[in-house]
């Protein structure tokens, strides 16, 4: 425990009330995560302090932003087989079993992130103290790695806080602040910031009697109730995730049904489980999803702009819920339109999802005040970011940068929001047109998580970062794309949803068609998602790209705009909504459907990725992935569309679309970036 020059990632101090405080610090990184390497350090501390024996021990972090995050899940990607799996998993228990036998009383100390192996410790603890302010987080997130809790957690949860609360964290991976924990009994104590510290030694000082569930959550993990519940769990489950995408929370509930009421078996089983997931294709590919986050947040460390003041034009939807998203990540933010009676619808949605989000009287109060209605447009000479979210004309957009630039400072970037407008439509009425940047939303701007980054070879580096930074902080993915048209979502998702037009104007049903495309991974069918979206601004983006990109627009969907059914919105698009739900009708009698559905809308898609990496629109593969998946919801379990082309063969999809052209026509016409995609794919092996 002596002295090092540099600093440990795991170091113990003693006081004088011989209380051992043990601090995680993982060096060079800004969060504690549990490699290998920290897990042993760690092990070699407590084998100290079990001979030291103190009065108690008490863990904590000296990062900022959490406890702990979790494990190393790019450490996840170097087991080769099971056999490294399962000995990997069972090193993590075995440290977590040492902690949890201690003979004196041990309590985790949390604040921040604390999640997946940094719960799982907390778990072999003997007590629990958490911070009390929303950004305390904590939760089993491993499900949406296509794993479950391997180092004790599924084991220690379930008889701590009943099988209701804890099988629900896990398969759902949600997480939960720390007055939540406290309810659920995660935790002992939730405490304000200034208080943690005494808590946690008074639970060392006096050690009162650990938590128990109360007779109704123990009653959950009865053998006789198990099989009943486990029913429960997997309809529920079975609503959002299928077992043959997504293994991993099916492997769960039989783990606890058949292991709850021996604790040392249930290790055993965790182990193997965990072992036989994690080198599986879903959780690989999930694995693979996840780091491309993360590659997509890093980016945002590039430049160390830190806007606080936004000024958003246009207070319609979309505009509007900028503007709400901004304010609700601590932004000040003006709203600016042409009259208050425009801006008031914008203020009650907002304030509905503040509500729905921050639950309690003066946090929505506090995120109400940061959003300023500003007909005025007085926000413009203070705002770090100008956002113009108007409507999707070249002239009316030119038009109002004429009367902002003037007015904006000129450290501050503005910004597009256009989803099909090039830049250099928009710029050359700018003194400086180098500082015009796109940064485009997807609409439910609240849902969607990606923000595309649109630059071409005049927007100025230093723009383009800033863009990046300040998506970053407000919590968003970026993804920085050529200014081409419909950049990159749009141009890739665009030629599936009119295939699935064509397929619906050919007799199949819509609801079939939505059908194959649910089993194939996408999160919702394209008809309903065309309808969801709009069919008048499907046919505006198609009718764009078409001009361009030389695709034919479906006559059936400028019938149904023209005769005014355009979707959730109407009432009516291809199918009836009722309260904004789709009715979808059988399939007609004798219909069976015929093979090569799916095939036809998801090559489609697949040819517009390889076009776009072809022709350069994002910097990387890794980017084209992680902005279908992010983008589109391209079914994550296959790790995005190069990792499923890379899955299944070039060769062989190339061969099919050669058929489809043959039979249906040009739009199947293989684009020639196909010539270089098997290179991509064999570098992105070898380097990952």
Known sequence: MGTHNTKPDVYTVIDDDNIAWLHFDKQHSGTN????????????????LAERTPRGLVILSDKANGFIAGADVSEFTRLENHDQAISAIQ?????????????FPTVAMIHGFCLGGGLEMALACRYRVARNDPATRLGLPEVRLGIHPGFGGSVRLTPLVGALHAMDLMLSGRSVDGRAAKRMGIVDHAVPERHLKSAARAMILDPPFPHRPGKLQALSNHAWVRPLLARVFRHQVGKKARQDHYPAPYALIDLWQQHADNERDMMHAEAASVAGLITGPAAQ???????????????????????TRIHVVGAGIM?????TWCALRGMHVTLADQSPERIAPAIKRAHTLFKRRLKRPRPIQEAMDRLMPDHKGLGVERADVVIEAIFEDAEVKRNLYRELEPRMRKDAILATNTSSIPLAE????LDDPSRLVGIHFFNPVAKMQLVEIVRDDKTHADVVAKAIAFTCGIDRLPLPVTSTPGFLVNRVLMPYLLEAVELENEGVPAAEIDRQALEFGMPMGPIELADTVGLDICLHVAENLGQHLDTPVPQR???????GRLGRKSGEGFYQYKKGKPIKPGLPKGYHPQDGISDRMILRMLNEAVACLHENVIDTPDHLDAGMVYGTGFAPFRGGPLRYIETEGADTLIQRLRKLEQELGSRFKPDPGWEHVSGFTNEEETSG
């Open 33 to 48: 995560v549990l490699s290998a390497s920290i897990l042993e350090a760690f092990y070699e501390e407590l084998l100290v």
């Open 91 to 103: 090193r993590g228990q075995a440290v977590f079993d040492r902690l949890a036998a201690l003979p």
């Open 285 to 307: 590919n999930l694995i693979r999803v996840f780091l491309l986050q993360e590659q997509l947040k890093a980016l945002g460390r590039q430049s160390d702009f830190r806007p």
């Open 319 to 323: 505009g509007g819920d900028i503007a």
């Open 426 to 429: 928009l710029r050359d009425v």
């Open 557 to 563: 969907l400028r019938d149904l705009v023209r005769q």
